[in-house]
């Protein structure tokens, strides 16, 4: 007997993300589910009259993307704002500043950012630098990774900051000879400026996140956990799910507040009992354990090296003290929540691990599939502990490669030794842990093919004569996808319906304009995405693939 007509067919290749047969010939799509995937002949059976056929031979189907750790609300507000995150140099910066604020008169407050720490001299800018500017106006700008603020003069004034204010016990001021602020606000110490800038109104919040999810789909990306959810950003995709406007999948990992305790753990529950299940779910618990290396708050279990190359006495932060992270993990485990620990160091990596551990132990194993994000530097003895914990590495393989970043702000203050620990992403692999990809966007790009490009060269994507960063890490172009795929769905909790092709599950879908599997492998990150699909039905096609099929 024939089966009932497809919607959609799509012929291949295809690559399932399914490891015991991960190639097939061509997908049906019916009902916004996989109706058949399989031979070419097999599924021809599937067209009817009025079914759409889309023939990718000369590219690659694959599942859509997912990614694990990812600020879409802060991405879709940086485009609307003063974006520094798509230029390069401090004339650049300064220009693109000036040009917003001649744009804007009206906004009280210049707000954006997205610039990198190696275009300044020691990863620091100066407020002279956007005094100039804008005088009159406090200017805060992140930097590219959110673990700094570029401010200028009024913004410090506004703050009340001066040569005697103290630094926070979770961030540091950096100073000029004189003790005055320089301009440069690190971690906690952001909070003492950031706190007076208006805080973006619900419209602009769900316009920002429509606009992320447009260019997220653009890209191929479908899913994704929210490693930053605030009740407000909560509050913005519920809306946008209640009018049918998130085509997303989304978990939010909601935020630990590192000044409180375990009495928010009640706040938390109310904000999961707002979105227990569905499209969005706030079954996550964001936990930033340290910093970043580059500006020495990243927790390290031994001292960075000064600029001699010597052990000085900077170890970085642990956020939450220890013996605390440990108790709230347990409690947050016994809970129902899964865990998303923010670790750079190798420190804060142990401690994350230490913590998912004290949990195991009091609470039992448990289906929660806690995560570590980053992974920077990871001692050798803490690799084996994901799989025996069932921790999942969640890493962002963007930043694995000796880029400016790394040879200017780590290398030389981690020293020879240090740095072989960075990035494990293979010995992660070898050792049995599952590993999940995201792009902590916008601190680097969302697009996950030049993400997957830098996993399988170990080279900086737009720097490509720079030799591999230990080669060793790389990992198979097959392990890359999944890690996009298959791996962020486990994370999820989504395996049952997206992540891999398979008969039965959501149609959840990428085409792409070639094969990866046929090109150098420098030159993944030039494919593009033709068509993306979500529960069958597009949410970014190409302007050629409209014409064409």
């Known amino acids: 007997m024939s089966p009932a007509s497809a919607d959609l067919v799509i012929r291949g290749p295809v690559y399932t993300s399914v490891p015991a047969s991960r190639w097939t010939e061509a997908v049906a799509i019916a009902g916004g589910r996989i109706a058949a995937a399989g031979s070419a002949g097999r599924v021809e059976e599937w067209i009817g009259s009025n079914t759409r056929v889309i023939d990718a031979a000369a590219g690659m189907v694959c599942p859509s993307f997912q990614d694990s750790h990812i600020h879409p609300d ?15 140099g401090i004339d650049a910066y300064r220009e693109r500043v000036a040009a917003y604020a001649r744009s804007h008169p009206d906004v009280e407050w210049i707000l954006g950012g997205g610039w990198s720490l190696d275009d300044f001299p020691g990863g620091l800018p100066h407020r002279s630098q956007l005094d100039d500017l804008v005088p009159d106006r406090p200017v805060y700008l992140p930097n590219r990774d959110g673990h700094g603020a570029w401010v200028n003069s009024r913004a410090l004034e506004v703050a009340g900051l001066g040569s005697t204010s103290p630094d926070p016990p ?30 973006p109104s619900a419209e602009e919040l769900q316009e920002a996140l429509l606009a992320a999810q447009a260019h997220l789909h653009s890209l191929g990306v479908t899913a994704w956990q929210d490693a930053h959810t605030t009740a407000a950003t909560l509050d913005a995709y519920l809306a946008l799910a209640a009018r049918g406007a998130l085509t997303a999948r989304v978990v939010g990992a909601v935020w630990w507040s590192r000044d409180r305790g375990e009495e928010q753990v009640e706040q938390l529950l109310e904000l999961r009992e707002l979105a227990p299940r569905g499209r969005v779910r706030a079954t996550s618990i964001k936990i930033m354990q340290d910093g970043i290396a580059e500006n020495f708050s990243a927790g390290m279990l031994e001292p960075y090296l000064d600029a001699a190359g010597r052990p000085g006495d900077r170890r970085g932060l642990s ?3 220890p013996g605390l992270l440990r108790r709230a993990a347990t409690r947050l485990d016994r809970e129902g929540f899964q865990l998303h620990f923010h670790a750079i160091g190798d420190r804060a990596v142990r401690e994350a ?6 949990a195991r132990s009091s609470n039992g194993p448990s289906d929660h599939r806690h995560h570590v994000a980053h992974l920077q530097v990871v001692h050798p003895d803490d690799v084996p502990r994901f799989a025996a914990l069932g921790a999942v590495a969640n890493a962002q393989p963007y930043w694995a490669c000796l880029d400016g970043q790394m040879r200017e702000l780590c290398v030389p203050f981690l020293g020879p030794d240090r740095t072989t620990h960075q990035y494990p992403l293979a010995g992660l692999l070898r050792s049995g842990a599952r590993l ?17 490009q830098v996993a399988v060269t170990r080279v ?10 230990l080669p060793d890490e790389r990992l198979t172009l097959e392990d ?25 599950k959501a149609a959840d879908i990428v085409v792409l304009d070639r094969n990866l599997f046929d090109v150098n492998p420098m030159e993944i990150g030039q ?3 033709l068509l993306t699909l979500v529960d069958g039905r597009p949410v970014y096609t190409a302007e050629e693939l409209g014409e064409s099929s």
């Not at 000879?177 to 690190?186: N, Q, T, V």
């Not at 691990?353 to 004290?358: G, V």
């Open 74 to 88: 802060h991405g879709g507000l940086n485009m609307a704002r003063c974006r520094l995150d798509d230029v390069r």
């Open 170 to 199: 979770d961030g540091r001021i950096e100073r000029d000879e004189d003790s005055s602020p320089s301009g440069a606000l690190h971690e906690g110490a952001m909070g003492l400026v950031e706190r007076l800038a208006p805080p």
């Open 480 to 504: 890359a996808i999944d890690a996009f795929t298959a791996g962020t769905a486990f994370v999820n909790h989504l395996e049952q319906e997206t992540g891999t092709i398979e008969e039965g």
């Open 527 to 529: 494919a593009r995405v």
């Open 319 to 321: 956020f939450v003290e």
């Open 353 to 358: 691990l230490d913590a998912i551990e004290a």
């Open 460 to 469: 900086p994507f737009d720097e490509p004569d720079v030799e591999p960063f």
């Open 436 to 452: 999940a990809f995201g792009s902590d966007w916008p601190v680097t790009t969302p697009n996950p093919l030049e993400e997957i």
